[in-house]
Nanobody
């Protein structure tokens, strides 16, 4: 499976963006999926995760209430809807998959994922 993140760009604070993570190859319906971000000079940060059947979601504290993760297994794609963007959301955003997963599992640590896509840059101007 290869993961490809897209949808990043330059936006003004308060606006929205939707990121997509498209998977090529086997279906991702059995995988836990997640989004992380890494700002320049900082460590990778957990953003959001979603379980196989989308029954559970979890979010990093800094994005709760503003970001929403979703998945369309038929399209082999995971999304990250980002609303009310702030300059501190500026980072490279990565999607990831955990292929060994059970129903209801979510993963909030980067070490829990075994597949990673290339990132997409999100820049929020003030």
């Amino acid at each position: 499976v290869q993961l490809q993140a897209s949808g990043g760009g330059l936006v003004q604070a308060g606006n929205s963006l939707r990121l997509s993570c498209a998977a090529s190859g086997p279906t991702i319906d059995r995988y836990v999926m997640g989004w992380f971000r890494q700002a320049s000079g900082k460590e990778r940060e957990f953003v959001a995760t979603i379980s196989r059947g989308a029954t559970r979601r979890d979010y990093g504290n800094s994005v709760k209430g503003r970001f929403t993760i979703s998945r369309d297994n038929a399209k082999n794609t995971v999304y990250l809807q980002m609303n009310s963007l702030k300059p501190e959301d500026t980072a490279v955003y990565f999607c990831a998959a955990r292929t060994n997963a059970v129903t209801g599992m979510v993963v909030v640590t980067s070490s829990g994922y075994d597949l990673w896509g290339q990132g997409t840059q999100v820049t929020v101007s003030s």
